[in-house]
């Protein structure tokens, strides 16, 4: 696709006035890592604290994988100034400037500013003081040396808690001259991806698969004129020792500055890494790229907000904060990962057992897990982030050819075969996958009794490629043969599996058997699955693919005590998850829902299914609070959402988690982002946009979203009066309605 195309089209759905959010400010120092503060752009994310009189930040960056697929932060700084302004300070304050996109740290006349350059890799650290203060700035990394990965560590890779003995994370390089530091991680040729590729059967085709992380070199410089080499030191933070990089100040000054270039290249030449380096390093202008990357950010901010008055505001607030954090690797190459994104801190402050290195995260650096990676994205149709959008459908876009070849390999079908988690070169992780599979197990399917046949996950990232067309007018094609081989794949794998039980590839009506299938990670060895069936229906239907479309069975219906409801499938063998899997017609598929036919029937799911009720949570990625806004159940919606997206557990209120996987839990903001947005626009098929269908009367509110059609609406309830302030095109005013049940 061309990029410059799409951000052109989702800049043209903005308008009216900027809006402002408000600064987000702590007025005291923190205890430790996990009560940092998120900076970032690009694709670059800074943990920022303050901490016994240091200033310490670490650098993450999308797409920093070793050769185990664990996601490396490339190091942490600590500054320390002398006099020193933070320690024992009655007037300090650090703010997440929000509209600008960077944090200010100061107290005793001294700022410390923050910030990444949202269209180059590099971050700029610039102080300024009334009087002359000394400076020191250390780079601590803790991969100084060999060091092995200890019991329960493996959930950091794509190994998981199946490490060969002696496995070890591989020594960084570092070297510093008078006036910079040079920091850099080297994979081998031969990594993960190669005992992955022959593990699966898939070694004869290696060659053919796509391999993002061989001879991959992730790392920077840090560099000042004002600062001199002063030698090494180590020390221990949170568990993990470090080897230290100290830089002095020349003299005492009134403004010092650093900044940190950071490079990830494939290429089995260090040399071409460096230079590719220094080619960003000259590309540096600061006063241009910091201007640059504040327009950005306000127009970020001018896309879409969501503003609550009164007991209810932290709702939005948290909403604002964790869309910060989305914001923040909007030019990558990598989707933002579920467990933690850019922002995890020591593990040990998550899981006091978890007494790893910094790079340590539950479920992989390496592996992306589709049931959440989903509900980080789907958030940003509503609040126009389309261009946040790219790097997860350029994802799946790249690993098309790989997904093709595993269905040709194994089955000898066409159509792209895409596992619900699936390594950054597009294979199941080989834990998952199963180390020890009987002979006879089919070579396609996971031998994991969570995974087994879920395979229709990718069909919701289809379907979100298809809305942005219609949300935005994105010029999509690029996609389109992505879209096409998913849903092929569906219709050639189950008429193939068909044909090899008996004679006839379809059943009596001439519908396809879903059989074995999935429903979400819960209903197993499930036969027509409702979440399946629906996805199926949805995405050919916004595909126009008609004749594949009559082949595709109902979704299945039962009724209890007298009340029709959806079925998690025709029938299934076992239970494994907690995954509402029946209620997926509603969300994502909006097949059922407000202003849609069998709304009852949909309801009645959700009031009265056992498992339904059993499985109830605003934990991590239950989407509950999706389910009850898209039914227009208000009540269920206020008291969902407001559990979702109260307060985390840490300092900063939208780091939530760990839930089911990790702090900052990002599928837990995402499903909250979405939730939020549901109580206030929702669009039917038939071209209207229903505005509060599941929100309270007394929640005064001020929001701009986006809805279908390449719309945007503004609009503000205020003491039970509602107002349309706007609506872009004004010809779709006529389509609004105004829906509060209560």
Known sequence: MNKIKYILLFLLVTFFVKAAEPDYTWTSPSHNSSESMPCGGGDIGLNVWVENGDLLFYVSRSGAFDENNTMLKQGRFRVRLSPNPFLHATDFRQTLKLNDGYVLVSAGGSNVRIFADVNKPVVHVELQHKKAVSCEVYYENWRYANRLIRKGEGQQNSLKWIIPAGLSMKPDSVS?????????????????????????????????????????????????????????????????????????????????????????????????????????????????????????????????????????????????????????????????????????????????????????????????????????????????????????????????????????????????????????????????????????????????????????????????????????????????????????FFDEHYRYLAQHRGRKSLDGDGKLILFPGSGCETYKMANNPASTIAALQRVLKSLGNDSLLKRIPEIPLRTINGKTMISPAKTWERVNNTESAQLYPVFPWRVYGVGRDSLETARNTYLYDTDALKFRSQVGWKQDNIFAACLGLTDEAMRLNTLKLGDGPYRFPAFWGPGFDWSPDHNWGGSGMIGLQEMLLQATDGGKILLFPAWPREWNVHFKLHAPQNTTVEAELRNGTVTVIAVNPESRRQDVEIDIQH
């Open 176 to 488: 510093a001259t008078q006036h910079s530091v040079t920091f850099f991680h080297k994979n081998p040729e031969k990594t993960i991806f190669d005992t992955t590729a022959v593990h699966e059967g898939l070694g004869a085709i290696k060659n053919q698969l796509y391999n993002p992380i061989a001879n991959l070199v992730s790392g920077g410089t840090m560099w000042s004129q004002d600062l001199v080499f002063a030698g090494t030191t180590s020390g221990a933070y949170a568990n993990t020792d470090y080897r230290a990089w100290v830089f002095k100040s020349n003299k005492a000054a009134t403004n010092q500055c650093f900044s940190i270039a950071l490079e990830i290249s494939q290429t089995a030449n260090h040399n071409e890494w460096e230079k590719r380096l220094d080619k960003t390093i000259s590309q540096i202008n600061l006063k241009k790229d910091k201007h640059q990357s504040i327009s950005w950010w306000n127009e970020f901010w001018n896309r879409s907000f969501i503003h609550i008055d009164g007991e209810a505001e932290k709702l939005s607030r948290n909403y604002t904060l964790f869309r910060y954090m989305l914001g923040c690797n909007a030019h990558s190459q990598w989707p933002t990962r579920f467990n933690g994104g850019l922002f995890t801190f020591d593990p040990v402050y998550t899981d006091s057992l978890s007494k790893f290195t910094p790079d340590y995260r539950k479920w992989t650096g390496g592996i992306f897990t589709a049931q959440n990676q989903r509900l980080v994205y789907w958030p940003m149709l509503k609040s126009g982030d389309y261009d946040l959008m790219i790097p997860q459908f350029d994802f799946y876009n790249r690993l098309l050819a790989t997904a093709e070849l595993r269905s040709k390999t194994y089955w000898g079908h066409e159509g792209a075969c895409f596992a619900e988690q699936i390594e950054n070169f597009g294979l199941p992780g080989a834990t998952e996958y199963g180390w020890k599979r009987p002979d006879y197990a089919d070579k396609g399917v996971e031998y994991n009794a969570w995974l087994e046949y879920e395979w229709d996950t990718v069909l919701e990232f289809c379907q979100m490629i298809l809305e942005t067309k219609n949300y935005a007018n994105a010029d999509i094609s690029a996609y389109k043969p992505l879209i096409e081989s998913c849903v092929r």
